[in-house]
């Protein structure tokens, strides 16, 4: 099995700090990891290659730093990693983000399957996977909580779709946007991460797709989506009303009338 | 009204129903086609004809135009089928607008659309205006809901998927009239999937509870959310959860609360031993009463609640059961 992990590196959520009066992201203020749900794939991924055999490569579009998530990848077992990176590609929405992605997908192989995360908690928008699908021509099931069974010529999913579970089977070639369901991420070892140290990040620039994409099809040129403008709403500062450990019994007393004038009680 | 250029909803048909979403995308379509002089349509793309009497409530709720295209394949989520059904029909040319509800299988589906019909996609908005310029104006949640975005799309049709509960539904006018077209189309099959089957409805749906009563890894075992059952009947409410707890495998994924999980805004949002992480507070923070039972003071889901009890939920659930249940 051939599979393709797409990787993003985002800024760590916990630690960024939002300025509402400025209406600014301090990106400073946080480092940067591996988006959450990717390693979600990344894990689907080396299993199914430690079951079946073949090979996991990870890509990533991004600035050079990204290469130390490309890095995080090869130590959690990816065996080859690629950096897109140019200045070309800056600015991109999802649309040109996912043309190249695709792009570089079909230089670098003939992939049976692509695994996504089901979003990045940065963008947040959940189309890269989709749309790389379409670029590709293929067809992808998305919100995948579950691998059910795999084999060398198919692959069965659970899925959450209309209200309702769904187990899909496919062929190949196939993307999949994973949930954090799926799996729990093992840590990598002292000895992977030793590994990975001589895994070579190899970088693909603009030339690498040129053939397939035009410059105006990539980064900010060829997004039709941009952001205007950014707001920081004010966080809700709700008036909390605080009872002690010791004023327990009034609470439950107020909370009986307030429960009663929301017309919430019980009939 | 022919000449006029469109504002297309594309609607989920799905358990038996036009999903609510529709109804409040009617809504603020409507206000925005007012606006941008343009005319509502729905297009619904289903496996069975749907009764006149459903597809009327369309335009009783706003729609100028819907088309119901029928095709037997239809009768499960298959993005790619639908994808090249939708491509096929639509006639892009006089499209100035897509809406498409953000769920799951909205923001499945939409995504492919609009790469194939290269133009700009926004992804769950929770706003939307028209701007000076006559263009749209996308507003949405990024950063795991930190920040609120304005996004626009210099490609026609501008297309955004929009959160589900954002907006209300459209008031029903039974004096409305509009033109409602069912095609029978045919679609080669999709040679890729082999197999697909429903295996379980989500019984659970936390989002259109008035109250929810939630529990975190405060609560220990999955019996003892028999005792927060039993609290939410007496407000014939539902029972959620956080992750923990979902990640313990004590209760069902449908039922997480927040971020990764469903969204909900009660009248009244309870909340167990939960410690108010950001991707817990994102998908209950908007709820109109919020009451936090916590042992430690320090938690900060007490800064977002209205009424923070400090305490142990053990003492305090049985005591709230004997006290609020009518005997
Ligand atoms: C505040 C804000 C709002 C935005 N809103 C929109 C919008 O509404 N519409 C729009 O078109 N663009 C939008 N963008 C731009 C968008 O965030 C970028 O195009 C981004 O590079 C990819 O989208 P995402 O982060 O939403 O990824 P998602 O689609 O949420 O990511 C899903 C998965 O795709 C893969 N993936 C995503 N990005 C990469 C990458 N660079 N390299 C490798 N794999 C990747 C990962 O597996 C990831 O888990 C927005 C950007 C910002 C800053
Ligand atoms: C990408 C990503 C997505 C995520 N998505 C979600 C999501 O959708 N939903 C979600 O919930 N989390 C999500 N999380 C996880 C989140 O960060 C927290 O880990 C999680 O919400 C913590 O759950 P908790 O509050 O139940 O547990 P804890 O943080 O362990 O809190 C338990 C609380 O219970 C209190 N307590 C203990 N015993 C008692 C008692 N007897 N009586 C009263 N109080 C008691 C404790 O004081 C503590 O405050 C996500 C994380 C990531 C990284």
């Known amino acids: 099995m051939q599979i393709l992990v797409l990787i993003k590196q985002v800024p760590e959520m916990e630690k960024v700090q939002f300025d509402a009066e400025k209406g600014r992201i301090d990106r400073k203020s946080a480092g940067v990891e591996v988006n959450p749900f990717d390693l979600n794939a990344l894990e689907a991924a080396v299993k199914i290659r430690e079951k079946l055999g073949g090979s996991v490569t990870a890509l990533t579009m991004g600035p050079k730093r990204a290469e130390s998530a490309l890095k995080e990848a090869a130590a959690r077992g990816a065996d080859r990693v690629f950096l897109l990176t140019d200045k070309n590609f800056a600015g991109a929405d999802t649309i040109s983000t996912s043309a190249v992605l695709s792009a570089a997908a079909r230089k670098l192989g003939d992939f049976d399957l692509i695994i996504a995360g089901e979003m990045s908690v940065d963008g947040d928008t959940a189309q890269v996977g989709p749309q790389t699908a379409q670029f590709l021509e293929i067809n992808h099931a998305a919100y995948v909580s579950e691998i059910t069974s795999v084999s060398e010529n198919e692959i069965t999913v659970n899925t959450s779709l209309w209200e309702a579970n769904y187990s899909k089977t496919f062929n190949y070639p196939l993307l999949l946007t994973v949930t954090k369901d799926l799996n729990s991420p093992r840590l990598p070892s002292f000895k992977d991460k030793m590994k990975a140290r001589k895994i070579e990040v190899e970088k693909l620039d603009y030339e690498a797709v040129k053939n397939q994409l035009q410059v105006k099809e990539v980064g900010f040129k060829g997004s039709p989506t941009w952001v205007e403008n950014i707001v920081v709403p004010q966080k809700i500062e709700r008036e909390t009303k605080v009872y002690n450990k010791n004023e327990t019994e009034k609470a439950i007393a107020d909370l009986k009338e307030i429960l009663a004038a929301k017309n919430l009680m019980e009939a | ?327």
């Open chain 2, 1 to 327: 009204m022919a000449d006029k250029n469109k504002l297309l909803i594309i609607a989920e048909y799905s358990q038996n129903r036009i999903h609510p979403v529709v109804f409040e995308l009617l809504n603020k379509g409507r206000k925005l086609a007012d606006k941008a002089d343009l005319s509502l349509s729905v297009l619904i793309a289903a496996a069975d004809n749907i009764e006149n009497k459903e597809l009327n409530e369309l335009i009783y709720h706003g729609a100028d135009e819907v088309q119901l295209i029928v095709n037997k394949n239809f009768s499960y989520p298959d993005e790619y089928l639908f994808k090249k059904a939708i491509l096929n029909f639509l006639d892009s040319k006089q499209l100035e607008i897509i809406l498409i509800g953000a769920t799951h299988f909205g923001r499945s589906l939409a995504p492919g659309l609009a790469a194939a019909m290269k133009t700009g996609l926004t992804a769950d908005c929770t706003e939307l205006e028209i701007a000076e310029d006559g263009s749209l104006l996308q507003i949405r949640p990024a950063f795991s809901e930190n920040i609120l975005a304005h996004i626009k799309s210099n490609t026609r049709p501008q297309m955004a998927t929009v959160r589900y509960q954002e907006f209300t539904r459209a008031v029903r006018d039974e004096s409305r009239k509009g033109k409602i077209s069912i095609e029978k189309i045919t679609l080669k099959e999709n040679k890729s999937l082999k197999k697909v089957e429903k295996i379980s409805d989500q019984k659970i749906n936390i989002t259109e509870a008035e109250v929810v009563v939630a529990g975190g890894s405060g609560v220990k075992t999955r019996e003892d959310f028999k005792m927060l059952q039993e609290l939410a009947d007496i407000f014939n409410g539902v029972v959620a959860v956080s992750r923990d707890i979902v990640d313990k495998g004590l209760m069902p994924r449908e039922s997480q609360v927040g971020y990764s999980g469903q969204r909900v805004k009660p009248k009244l949002y309870f909340a167990f031993g939960i410690s108010g992480a950001p991707q817990h507070l994102a998908g209950m923070k908007e709820s109109e009463t919020i009451i936090a039972v916590n042992t430690d003071p320090s938690a900060p889901i007490f800064k977002a609640a209205d009424y923070a009890i400090e305490g142990d939920l053990y003492e305090i659930i049985p005591e709230m059961i004997k006290k609020y249940k009518k005997s």
